[in-house]
């Protein structure tokens, strides 16, 4: 099993942690057999839940804690992303398709596109969004 944590400050103004998504957690899908169009759905996930935590959970307020840990495990890759925001509401958006018109709401398609097994826990003022990939080699 192999795992790697960043940690970084909520910045609405930057995306400086993209570039540790990428560099540190990235690595991990493509050693556990991801393809290039897999690893970069993952990512677009990830920096689409981070995004939310930024804006959501933290209301756009920067320096706040954000950690993102991915696990690999021979049947998964387990990315858990934990913040001390806001509470997500519940239950967990469908990612069904937002309306054509809507200026938002396609958050969530992109985020279960990745993942199709998504787990939220709020635990001591601790947000935990656990989204679960499961691998080619596993299916």
Do not use: K
Not at 13 to 34: D, F, K, N, V
Not at 106 to 114: E, F, L, M, P
């Amino acid at each position: 099993m192999q795992r790697e944590d960043i940690h970084f400050s909520s910045d609405p103004q930057g995306m400086a942690w993209h570039a540790l998504i990428e560099a540190r957690l990235m690595p991990l899908a493509r050693a556990a057999g991801c393809n290039d169009m897999e690893v970069f759905g993952l990512q677009l996930a990830l920096v689409e839940a981070v995004n939310n935590i930024v804006e959501h959970a933290y209301r756009l307020t920067p320096g706040q804690p954000i950690s993102v840990g991915c696990e690999c495990t021979p049947a998964a890759l387990r990315f858990e992303l934990r913040d001390e925001g806001m509470p997500m509401p519940l239950p967990l958006p469908s990612g069904e398709p937002a309306p054509a018109e809507a200026d938002g709401g396609r958050g969530w398609q992109i985020i279960r596109a990745g993942f199709p097994d998504i787990h939220y826990e709020r635990v001591d003022g601790v947000n935990r969004l656990t989204l679960i990939r499961p691998l080619p080699t596993a299916v």
